[in-house]
């Protein structure tokens, strides 16, 4: 409390008189009586009051909540929510309690609980859980139903500390008086029970207050203020006026008649007066019987004086004269003339003198009291509407020290600007008893009482529920026990522009606020809004797995919408997952009935077979050459002439297989493969009038990525018979790269696998903007649309961000034939922009980098503050908005129930790791030994059937078909031919730079037969010389000779 005036000292030094050393001692009196009743100063010397013994009472029973978290929102104050909370409770509650209790273990537990007037219903501690829930959502409670909280000490020592608190400044945003403060100030003190007691202030006695402080202050405001006047005026006039009159009449008739009148008139008046008067009244005694409510003892005082004095003096002078004329003459008729003259004269003078003056004496004691006064119930009439409580702290510990630190520490606390209303008072008791009855009142939830001077009172001060917020605070920042933090606040509820009802939506989650999950508010995704593509991102642990778990499982359950188009009424939505990590989809979902897993492993799933260069009848080739082209621009590195140059390679092997390009179409059927792009590459290369640096550079880029597919088990996926779109497509499938080790290759398996999708969609004819029929999962989806520098480099364009781009408005362009991709990835940064822009669809769940944050966040919508608040996300937590949304909401995501198990997979006799060598080895044997004469004849076409479920390149396989047609007669020349294409001649030009001829046959023999998986095969140098012979053959050279004239040296 701010100094206040002394009371006595002063007061006389400007009162002079008997009547005003009256007057002081009377205004001591209501000072007095200002001390107790509006200063409570009876708070100081409570420590040496009697304490009132604690008397056993019918009490209703506390209803206790700990709180074990809380949720604050961002950028709203918190202990208005807080007084909101209060306000609701004062009209039901007798009393809240606030209770920190810190336990040995160093742990902060907090309780609130609320106590009813009367009764057994409990209803303040229902209003009390209701207020934490709506008020303070993002509190977190627990029922406390053992006895009553706090420490139990063998000798408690207990402080308190009384007053009226307040902000100690207008910025609300830089609270600091949290009650984090004092327990952050206890890190030292190992045990203690503080309990923050409110007693309800009904309305009545707030009225009654208001009366009482009305009352002391028309007691006190004469004394504030004091005036003397004295008057005196004097006022002098003279006034003269002369008035002539003249007036002549003749009349003749008959006669002749003539008269003259003349007149005078005089007046003077004098006027002169003198009058004075006085009055006095004083008067004092007792008055008011509001305040004798408080206190006995006040008293009136009124005292009052004035003095009149009146002097008037007046003289009028008036003076007046006339005179008239008048002639008349008659002769049988009348004839009358009249003349008049009149003049007036006057003299007016008027003289007034006056003086006054008044004398004002100010006492400024008084008008502190009286400012005091105002603004006690200004406070207090403010505070009737919201609620008033009489509030004190107590502070139990084992000894007194820590006690009466506890007190203070909570003291600085809580005083803030306006806190000088009122006495600020820490008491502390000495007595064991007095502590142990003070304690059994805390016990009990009730506030203690004293007796002072024989009035039975306590340590509360009448405070506001807004004041309460402070004085029962809750931390403000985390606190050992409970954690404490804040969150920018999201969408509450969903308002879409088409309402969500089960029958075209699916459930993912439930709406969350400050940590709260409201079960009734569930947020739920238009199915046919996912034709439009969504997006979901998390980093690891986020669970952005389940999420799309989740998404997956409920849209597998559904069917296609065939309300507009009966067309296709009891089709089931189908997926498509394309995983090129980790591999746990198939564990999920591929023991459900109707889901096939393909993968890269025959060993543990069926094996993918594509061919990129197939494709549907209504696609025209050199638009799917312009798009195949675009995959591969996109997976690997290009520059300079290098798209171009594959392009070439790309329709040369297309030629290679029979097709006319400008007509699109090939009578055979057939279709070139990775190693006829090969052949022709190698073709056009080294045909072409590069230098040999260029070559250099175009065979270890092209070339060498190109040899890397047709080798090993990427080589079997892409030559082997190639699975139908119309399994990949139409039905359940999950694919599997997991095992793929190069990131390239994922790649492009992914790029052609949207390529075909793409194609096979736009060539089924069903319609457009169509319901959601298919769903396509696109996992990691930066290996596909991964994000490119948008600069031009010294070689070309950004020949890789532009087939991205196209890339991705290919997919987008696929919500027309009722296509939806899931694009799903960690890291938002790591994605071209286009492939999130084109989804309508957007789960965001946690991201602590800042540029996902950035990107997501404002693809979402999102402010600044609400991008922070990506990164503090829970797992299973996420920012949720489909087009058509008000705004975005945050959702607790429904955790998928995953029946995973081991994946069964046994592989199938005829998908067997050897069977294609078992192929090449029939192959091998059946030519072997029609070129050493075994066998005269060939069933063609059982050979052609051979070949191409071996796997022969398209290209080889029409060179082959076109030998045969050519011939009538099948000789061993031809059967060379046919043994060389089908091989190629890569292991002739890998060893032909070999000078020793032993070597030389050991590279040939060893290059077959690893081709066809032969061991020790007694058959080698046939095979070797068939090939050897199909090579020279192929390249027009006589080698062949070469080397058989050489072996026959050898032999010799």
């Known amino acids: 409390m701010a100094e206040e005036p002394k009371k006595v000292e002063g007061l006389t030094s400007y009162l002079s008189d008997n009547n005003r050393l009256q007057d002081a001692k009377r205004l001591v009196e209501q000072v007095d009586l200002f001390e107790n009743i509006v200063s409570h100063s009876y708070l100081q010397s409570l420590g040496d009051c009697e304490v009132v013994e604690y008397q056993e009472s019918d009490l209703t029973t506390m209803r206790w909540y700990e709180i074990t978290k809380i949720v604050m929102e961002k950028n709203v104050f918190f202990p208005d929510k807080l007084s909101m909370l209060y306000m609701s409770l004062h009209s039901v509650a007798k009393n809240v309690v606030l209770i920190v209790d810190k336990s040995l273990d160093s742990k902060i537990r907090l309780f609130i609980g609320a106590r009813d007037f009367e009764g057994t219903s409990n209803i303040s501690g229902e209003i009390l859980k209701a207020g934490l829930d709506g008020?303070?959502?993002?509190?977190?409670?627990?029922?406390?139903?053992?006895?009553?909280?706090?420490?139990?000490?063998?000798?408690?020592?207990?402080?308190?500390?009384?007053?009226?608190?307040?902000?100690?400044?207008?910025?609300?945003?830089?609270?600091?008086?949290?009650?984090?403060?004092?327990?952050?100030?206890?890190?030292?003190?190992?045990?203690?029970?503080?309990?923050?007691?409110?007693?309800?202030?009904?309305?009545?006695?707030a009225k009654s207050i208001i009366s009482a402080f009305n009352d002391l202050h028309n007691h006190i405001s004469p004394f504030a203020e004091s005036q003397v006047t004295m008057s005196e005026n004097i006022t002098e006039g003279v006034s003269e006026s002369l008035t002539e009159n003249f007036s002549k009449s003749i009349a003749k008739s008959l006669s002749h008649t003539i008269t003259h009148t003349e007149g005078f008139s005089e007046s003077t008046t004098s006027t002169s007066g003198t009058s004075e008067s006085k009055t006095s009244n004083f008067s004092n005694g007792y008055s008011s019987p509001g305040i004798v409510s408080f206190f006995v003892g006040a008293y009136s005082y009124n005292h009052s004086r004035s003095k009149t004095k009146t002097t008037q003096e007046s003289t009028s002078i008036q003076k007046g004269s006339n005179s008239s004329d008048s002639q008349a003459e008659q002769t049988g008729e009348t004839n009358t003339d009249q003349h008049g003259e009149a003049k007036m004269q006057g003299t007016n003078r008027s003289t007034t003198t006056g003086s006054t003056r008044q004398v004002t004496f100010k006492n400024n004691y008084a008008k502190f009291y009286l400012e005091i006064l105002d603004g006690q119930i200004k406070r207090i009439k403010k505070g009737i509407p919201f609620g008033l409580w009489s509030t004190a702290a107590y502070f139990v510990a084992a000894d007194k020290t820590t006690s009466k630190t506890l007190a203070n520490l909570y003291r600085g606390c809580v005083v803030g600007e306006s806190s000088n209303v009122e006495s600020f008072a820490v008491n502390a008791w000495e007595e064991h008893s007095d502590n142990k009855e003070i304690v059994k009142y805390l016990d009990n939830s009730l506030q203690p009482r004293f007796y002072y001077h024989g009035i039975n009172v306590s340590a509360g001060s009448v405070v506001t529920s807004e004041e309460l917020a402070i004085h029962l605070s809750l931390p403000q920042s985390s606190i050992p026990g409970v954690l404490v933090r804040e969150e920018e606040s999201f969408g509450r509820n969903i308002i879409s522009e088409t309402p969500l009802t089960e029958d075209n939506s699916i459930e993912i989650g439930v709406i969350r606020h400050l940590g709260a999950d409201y079960e009734d508010e569930t947020v739920r995704l238009g199915v046919n809004g996912l034709s439009k593509h969504t997006f979901v991102t998390g980093t690891t642990g986020s669970g952005k797995s389940n999420t799309l778990y989740g998404l997956i499982s409920q849209l597998a359950d559904r069917k296609v919408d065939s309300s507009k188009y009966p067309q296709f009424k009891d089709e089931e939505i189908k997926f498509l997952i394309i995983e090129p990590a980790k591999g746990e989809y198939k564990e999920v979902f591929g023991n459900r009935e109707g889901v096939t897993v393909y993968g890269s492993n025959p060993k543990i799933s069926k094996l993918l077979t594509l061919n990129p260069f197939i494709f549907p009848e209504d696609i025209d080739i050199y638009e799917h050459i312009d798009a195949l082209v675009e995959i591969f621009n996109a997976c690997w590195p290009m520059y300079a002439a290098m798209p171009q140059v594959l392009k070439h390679s790309i329709i040369e092997a297309?030629?290679?297989?029979?097709?006319d390009l400008v007509r699109s179409f090939n009578p055979e059927g057939i279709y070139p493969t990775i190693a006829d792009v090969l052949d022709s590459l190698k073709e056009y290369i080294n045909a072409s009038e590069y230098s040999a640096d260029t070559k250099g550079d175009y065979k270890g880029s092209l070339e060498t990525r190109l040899q890397s597919l047709c080798d090993g088990i990427v080589g079997r996926m892409f030559n082997a018979d190639p699975i139908p779109d119309e399994i990949l497509f139409n039905q359940n499938v999950i694919i599997d790269l997991s095992r793929v080790k190069s990131s390239e290759t994922k790649s492009l398996l992914m790029g052609l696998l949207v390529l075909k999708l793409n194609e096979f969609r736009a060539s089924e004819h069903k319609g457009m903007n169509l319901p959601l029929r298919h769903i396509t999962v696109l996992e990691e989806a930066h290996n596909l649309l991964k994000r490119t520098s948008t600069e031009q480099s010294s070689e070309g364009s950004n020949v890789a961000g532009m087939a991205v781009e196209k890339i991705a408005n290919s997919m987008a362009e696929m919500r027309t034939y009722g296509e939806g991709f899931i694009i799903a990835d960690q890291s938002p940064a790591?994605?071209?922009?286009?492939?999130?822009?084109?989804?309508?669809?957007?789960?965001?769940?946690?991201?602590?980098?800042?540029?996902?944050?950035?990107?997501?966040?404002?693809?979402?919508?999102?402010?600044?503050k609400h991008i922070e608040e990506l990164s503090r996300l829970k797992t299973g937590e996420a920012i949720v908005y489909q087009t058509g949304w008000e705004e975005p909401v945050k959702s607790k995501i429904n955790l998928f129930d995953i029946d995973s198990k081991p994946w069964?997979?046994?592989?199938?006799?005829?998908?067997?790791?050897?069977?294609?060598?078992?192929?090449?080895?029939?192959?091998?044997?059946?030519?072997?030994?029609?070129?050493?004469?075994?066998?005269?004849?060939?069933?063609?076409?059982?050979?052609?059937?051979?070949?191409?479920?071996?796997?022969?390149?398209?290209?080889?396989?029409?060179?082959?078909?076109?030998?045969?047609?050519?011939?009538?007669?099948?000789?061993?020349?031809?059967?060379?031919?046919?043994?060389?294409?089908?091989?190629?001649?890569?292991?002739?030009?890998?060893a032909k730079s070999i000078q020793d001829f032993n070597i030389f046959n050991s590279h040939i023999i060893r290059g077959l037969n690893n081709f066809a998986g032969l061991e020790n095969e007694p058959r080698s140098m046939t095979f070797a010389n068939m090939y050897l012979k199909g090579c020279s053959i192929k390249l027009a050279s006589n080698f062949y000779e070469t080397w058989l004239n050489e072996s026959l040296k050898s032999n010799l």
């Open 654 to 659: 297309y030629k290679s297989c029979g097709w």
């Open 135 to 205: 008020y303070l959502s993002g509190v977190k409670t627990k029922n406390f139903t053992s006895g009553h909280p706090g420490n139990v000490f063998a000798k408690p020592f207990v402080s308190s500390v009384s007053g009226v608190a307040s902000l100690r400044d207008d910025k609300k945003e830089s609270f600091v008086q949290g009650i984090e403060k004092l327990i952050n100030a206890t890190t030292n003190i190992p045990q203690f029970t503080a309990y923050f007691v409110a007693d309800n202030v009904s309305d009545a006695e």
């Open 904 to 990: 069964p997979y046994q592989p199938s006799a005829c998908v067997n790791s050897n069977n294609r060598e078992n192929i090449a080895q029939e192959i091998f044997l059946t030519l072997a030994d029609f070129y050493e004469g075994v066998t005269s004849t060939i069933d063609i076409q059982k050979f052609l059937n051979t070949l191409i479920e071996f796997g022969v390149s398209g290209g080889r396989l029409y060179t082959i078909i076109e030998k045969i047609n050519s011939i009538d007669e099948v000789t061993s020349d031809d059967v060379a031919f046919i043994f060389a294409t089908i091989i190629g001649t890569g292991i002739f030009d890998a």
């Open 830 to 864: 790591m994605l071209d922009l286009s492939a999130i822009r084109n989804t309508n669809t957007k789960i965001v769940m946690a991201l602590p980098e800042k540029d996902d944050r950035e990107i997501s966040g404002k693809a979402l919508g999102l402010d600044d």
